[in-house]
């Protein structure tokens, strides 16, 4: 049984040719990440970023968000680190970075990895685009780019902000506080020019691994954390069947380029569902989970005297270690793939077929909650990660992975959504859209759903082999299962739900 790293491998400095460079062995969450790139053709490599408003002039728009970039770089420079090695080898791949040495340098990088677009604001054509490039960027004379910055500057002061790079760096949560940070300089009108920074110094930012980053190492894992390890379901172990799904039909596909379709329920009916989910004792997460797995049952066309056979795979099981991290250690701009997986196993065994629908949804998300339930709370959750990443099944190196849900939260309680400047009662940028992009080599499908003023927004992309109306039914299908919790039935008959069917197209 795998213990993780004690002690942890921290940034290590090597005098090079003509300066020092600074590395480590990628740790944790960042480890899986990247192998599941390599392997799988840059499956899960991510862009995320925002539409906005902006009173600024687009020129002015364009050295604000420079600057506010170049400083990310000083603050989060794991940005601008080149990873290295072979993913097939009995050595993990590293991180390498080699330190600004002088303006000059840092000018060259920008004008890489910063990209300042000036086009209709088309972010379905730009994200299309973008999925089917393949990271890292290579540019001329200059060190592989793993990450990259663009600025589409649109019409009617409408612009668009968006970050492209590999899962290893951009979870969820770290990357919504990048933007973050990136937005209070964009309109702090007394942010220094990123030129005055002491480059050269900013190495000592770059983020320890997971065991170090949340207070290290466990006194009890010898015991608690390998008891925990030998708890966590044993995928390669199980004897039924994973609950998958797949097209209908499969159209002509291009490498990496995803279909999205998103949904937005109004704030009526997202306050009903965050208030009901709270009195049936489950979370958002496990419903639309839930949800899932029953839509998965419907496309499988599984008569119940085969559901035995079957199990679904939960993947609310990744817990954030953000929550985790310990002072003096700073969550803002810990900007790097923490999080932890427990593979949540549910057997379709445990579901009764022959309840109503509403019953039978919250027999799978209390089965779900509970699972997760029971390792989230164990002290030693935030090393199983680390103490996974390097077991020989860490990744399986099939072409196909499992669907997902993935529960990013609520944008407002990450960064605000409005921007004053500092003389001004009005915002001085007014963020409008949150897009998350995945790009998706595989058949099955991603699910992301968040709140943002008010609404939940529940998103599905695929691999563009789906039929868009084949992508359509399967949202469509999982919306109103989530919705089935609103029935009452001590106050409604069978077939009377309190709630009319929700009818209301997707957009992209």
């Not at 920074?197 to 390998?226: F, M």
């Not at 039924?240 to 995803?258: E, M, N, Y």
Request: with cysteine.
């Amino acid at each position: 049984m795998n213990a993780p790293h004690y002690p942890e491998p921290t940034w290590m400095r090597i005098s090079g040719r003509k300066t020092p460079f600074y590395t480590r062995p990628l740790l944790g969450s960042e480890l899986f990440d990247d192998r599941t790139s390599v392997l799988l053709d840059g499956m899960t490599d991510a862009c995320v970023g925002f539409t906005f408003q902006s009173l600024y002039a687009a020129d002015e728009v364009k050295q604000r968000a420079r600057n506010a970039f170049a400083r990310l770089r000083f603050s989060c420079p794991i940005i601008a680190t080149n990873i290295v090695g072979d993913v097939s080898g009995p050595i993990p791949r590293s991180w390498v970075y080699a330190p600004v040495q002088s303006p000059s340098e840092l000018t060259c990088w920008m004008n890489d990895a910063f990209c300042a677009v000036q086009q209709d604001l088309n972010v379905t054509a730009f994200v299309e685009d973008i999925s089917q490039r393949r990271l890292p960027y290579r540019p001329k004379n200059a060190s592989p780019l793993w990450f990259r910055c663009y600025l589409l500057l649109g019409d009617n002061n409408k612009h668009g902000l968006y970050f492209h790079g590999p899962h290893a760096i951009m979870d969820g949560g770290p990357t919504l506080n990048a933007f973050a940070l990136m937005l209070q300089w964009m309109t702090n009108d007394a942010t220094e020019p990123a030129d005055n920074l002491p480059w050269g110094t900013e190495w000592h930012n770059l983020p320890l691994g997971p065991v170090s980053a949340t207070g290290g190492p466990r006194e009890d894992w010898d015991i608690a954390g390998i008891e925990l390890l030998k708890q966590l379901p044993d995928s390669g172990a199980v004897r039924t069947i994973p609950l998958a799904s797949h097209p209908f039909r499969i159209s002509q596909s291009a490498v990496g380029k995803t279909c999205r379709l998103e949904r937005v329920l109004d704030p009526t009916l997202t306050r009903r569902l965050v208030n009901k989910t709270r009195i049936v004792g489950c979370s958002m997460s496990h419903l639309f989970e839930a949800a899932y797995c029953m839509v998965l049952l419907a496309r499988n066309q599984l008569p119940p005297s085969i559901w035995h056979a079957y199990h679904f795979e939960g993947n609310s099981s990744a817990i954030s270690l953000i929550p985790h991290l310990k002072l003096p250690y700073d969550t803002k701009t810990h900007f790097i793939s923490s999080r932890a997986h427990i593979p949540v196993q549910i057997s379709m065994a445990e579901i009764s077929p022959i309840v109503s629908p509403r019953r039978q949804l919250l027999q799978i998300a209390k089965a779900i909650e509970q699972r997760y339930t029971r390792f989230a709370t164990h002290p030693c959750i935030p090393h199983v990660q680390a103490a996974r990443a390097y077991q020989p099944d860490a990744l399986s190196e099939r072409s196909d992975i499992e669907s997902s849900v993935n529960n990013v939260g609520s944008i407002e309680r990450r960064l605000p959504l409005s921007w004053k400047g500092a003389h001004g009662a009005e915002p001085v940028i007014e963020l409008e859209s949150v897009l998350f992009s995945v790009r998706l080599t595989s058949l099955a499908p991603i699910i992301h759903i968040w709140s943002m003023k008010g609404s939940l927004h529940v998103q599905v992309q695929a691999n563009d082999a789906w039929p868009k109306a084949d992508l359509q039914d399967l949202l469509d299908a999982i919306c109103s299962r989530a919705c089935l919790v609103l029935e009452d039935f001590s106050q409604n008959p069978p077939g009377r739900p309190s709630d009319p069917p929700l009818r209301e197209r997707s957009r992209l």
